[in-house]
């Protein structure tokens, strides 16, 4: 008899965005099973130790909103916690971590072993099983039969992956990894549009090997910043610093001269890169008047004596490298102990998932992470999340939901991918979102905790934390709406020096806190108080009352363009119905099936009047 087992979702990989998906579908109770090629690489980081960064960390703040793993996991293994433009306006600050990648995979993994209804299962998947038309479950490398009522693919850079060293490839998942060359072939079999992307990875240093003391330190912040709601800095394990060295002429002249060796460059290599992640080689070709990169030297653990220097991802020569890396200061005797190599992969158009990522061409099929065109952990783990709590959601027989635009960074990176699809990897920035002011890090339990909680995706826990938190912002506005200042009972003095000028007219403190120049702790130090509540509760009420005017201005916008944004387009409508359409946009519409008249407003060539002739046409019709 054949072994057979069945589970009501499986997620196949897990990478950033299986893990998250697995999470998001158990812990709604259903029955889940996480099937990857190797237990031991669960949550492993395949390119840089760190959490996070502009536009990524608000998608890590998101994921963790949402009860998912990713932000405790940084909590846990981060080195070293950095605010970034924490000089600038709260909608752009970003937080980064560096992590230990031994105790951030040991952190995924706890989380993992721990969760109900989730099992672990390490055998490679090499084929879909499809019943009417549907996927019905997954085989296995050794044969082993799974069924389950949605599956969710997310195998990364594993489909058709070939790994590149100068002119040499051969073919591997990521270095260390096997391939999925089974599963790739019976994935072109089926009715989705595939293509090729590549990415790459700097070589590796001993720390032994490399001299700090010619090098600039770079330490993280104090006080430290934490990712997850439910974090504390105490968390932490031990803070170390980074170190920055940077590339000189004689880097860029050995990269010049050996560029006919690059597999980009001599046509070896198909697919196309990250644009914001280039190669060291693509940077001095597109830079060519720069004579110097900075480079991050960042240690990959504690434990561990090996450094990533990040900025140099290559696919030039083993040979090349190795200049490349002695010719930079504090690197002169420096041991590479592994290679750098740039990777090709395949991956499908997400044009052809529905936002909630299921696949349009296979039901129950949901794709998530790389393989959907983008690049990053964080990008992964958010698709992660959606298409595991969608996954589980059908099996619940509930609605699918996903953010929109203005509620998440997750809305935008969903709504960009299904609308305009991807030709390099996809990488999140906060230019991408249009409604910044309110997709603040900070506020990203706000956005979206209560929905989790109603889908069942928050636990007690953060219910709990969340509420004590709402409680505790809206107790001290109260409290500072209701204490009076009046000019005769203040010290003036203290006063003009805060403020730049005496104050002549009784106020109260919620009001004096909106001043530019006034934050959390002058005003205590102004009402002769001490400051009385938890850090992130005074940075809520900070910059809900500074930025109120134009927070309210932006929501009033969003409140406009949400009622047609979200005007639902029928699945099978014709738009050969629709009066007046040319026949460019009636075939565009048609391809790509939009959901929402907002999405189809955001293809590109889908005028604002062909959106005006659908609006009347759903009026007409509706
Ligand atoms: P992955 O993390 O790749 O996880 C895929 C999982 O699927 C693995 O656990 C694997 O074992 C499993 N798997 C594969 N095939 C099967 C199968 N058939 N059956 C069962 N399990 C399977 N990101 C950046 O942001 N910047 C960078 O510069 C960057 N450079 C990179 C360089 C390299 C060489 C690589 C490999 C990746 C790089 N990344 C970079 C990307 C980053 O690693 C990915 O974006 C992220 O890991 C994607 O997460 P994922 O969950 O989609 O896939």
Redo the contacts with the bound molecule.
């Keep these: 008899m054949h072994y057979q087992d069945h589970y009501d979702v499986i997620v196949?990989?897990?990478?950033?965005?299986?893990?998250?998906a697995a999470l998001a579908s158990a812990r709604q109770g259903v029955k889940t099973m996480l099937?990857?090629?190797?237990i031991e690489?669960?949550?492993?980081?395949?390119?840089?130790p760190a959490i996070g960064g502009i536009g990524?960390g608000h998608l890590v703040k998101e994921v963790d909103a949402l009860g998912g793993a990713m932000a405790r996991a940084a909590d846990l293994a981060g080195i070293q916690f950095r605010t970034l433009n924490s000089s600038k306006g709260p909608a752009v600050r970003a937080t980064r971590a560096q992590a230990d990648r031994i105790r951030y995979k040991a952190a995924i993994r706890a989380m993992l072993e721990n969760q109900p209804n989730l099992s672990l299962f390490q055998?490679?998947?090499?084929d879909l099983v499809v019943e009417n038309g549907r996927v019905a479950g997954?085989v296995?490398?050794a044969g082993l039969r799974f069924s389950a009522k949605t599956v969710v693919l997310?195998?990364?850079?594993?489909?058709g992956?070939l790994?590149h060293i100068g002119l040499q490839n051969h073919q591997g998942?990521?270095?260390g990894?096997?391939?999925?060359i089974?599963?790739s072939r019976r994935l072109r079999e089926l009715p989705f549009r595939v293509d090729r992307l590549k990415?790459?990875?700097p070589p590796r240093i001993a720390t032994q090997s490399i001299d700090f003391s010619q090098l600039k330190e770079q330490p993280g912040d104090t006080p430290t910043p934490v990712f997850s709601f439910l974090g504390k800095a105490s968390d932490h394990p031990r803070q170390i610093s980074c170190y920055i060295t940077h590339t000189n002429d004689q880097t860029h002249e050995v990269i010049r001269q050996n560029l006919h060796r690059s597999p980009m460059y001599s046509g070896e290599i198909e697919g196309i890169g990250?644009r914001y992640?280039p190669s060291i080689e693509d940077k001095v070709v597109r830079f060519a008047d720069r004579n110097a990169h900075q480079i991050f030297l960042e240690p990959e653990g504690l434990e561990c004596g090996e450094v990533y220097p990040n900025g140099i991802?290559t696919s030039l020569p083993f040979d090349v490298q190795y200049e490349i890396v002695r010719s930079m200061k504090g690197l002169e005797n420096a041991h590479i102990t592994r290679p750098?190599?740039?990777?090709e992969?395949d991956f499908f158009d997400p044009r052809d998932l529905n936002p909630w990522l299921e696949t349009r061409h296979m039901p129950g099929l949901f794709f998530?992470?790389?393989?959907?065109g983008?690049?990053?952990?964080?990008?992964?783990?958010a698709?992660?999340l959606i298409a595991g709590l969608n996954a589980a959601l059908q099996v619940r027989e509930l609605a699918p939901w996903y953010p929109r635009r203005d509620q998440a960074y997750i809305g935008v990176l969903i709504d960009d991918l299904i609308t305009s699809g991807t030709r390099e990897?996809y990488?999140m920035f906060t230019s991408r979102a249009e409604y910044r002011l309110m997709l603040r890090e900070d506020n990203a339990d706000v956005r979206l905790t209560p929905i989790g909680r109603e889908l069942g995706v928050v636990d007690d826990l953060r219910w709990q934390v969340f509420n004590e938190k709402q409680d505790a912002v809206e107790h001290e506005q109260q409290r500072l709406a209701a204490s009076k200042l009046s000019p005769e009972k203040l010290d003036q003095q203290k006063v003009s020096a805060i403020l730049g000028e005496p104050l002549n007219k009784a106020t109260n403190a919620l009001e004096l806190l909106r001043r530019p120049n006034v934050d959390y702790q002058t005003l205590m130090s102004l009402l002769d108080e001490q400051v009385a509540v938890a850090p992130e509760v005074a940075e809520q009420v900070m910059i809900q009352v500074k930025y109120s005017g134009y927070i309210n201005r932006q929501q009033n916008e969003i409140d406009r363009l949400q009622r047609n944004e979200s005007l639902p387009l029928p699945a099978d409508m014709n738009y050969k119905n629709v009066r007046g359409l040319s026949n460019e946009v009636r075939e565009k519409l048609e391809a790509a099936r939009p959901v929402s008249l907002g999405q189809a407003a955001r293809i590109s060539g889908v005028t604002p009047a062909a959106v005006s002739l659908l609006l009347v046409h759903l009026k007409r019709t509706g």
């Design positions: 196949v990989g897990g990478g950033h965005a299986g893990t998250e099937l990857s090629q190797n690489t669960l949550g492993q980081m395949s390119c840089n990524k055998q490679a998947v090499d997954v296995t490398q997310t195998v990364g850079t594993f489909l992956g790994i998942g990521r270095a990894d096997p391939a999925s089974a599963l990415t790459g990875t990250p992640c991802s750098g190599y740039a990777i992969y998530a992470g790389q393989i959907n983008t690049t990053g952990y964080e990008e992964a783990a698709q992660g990897p990488r």
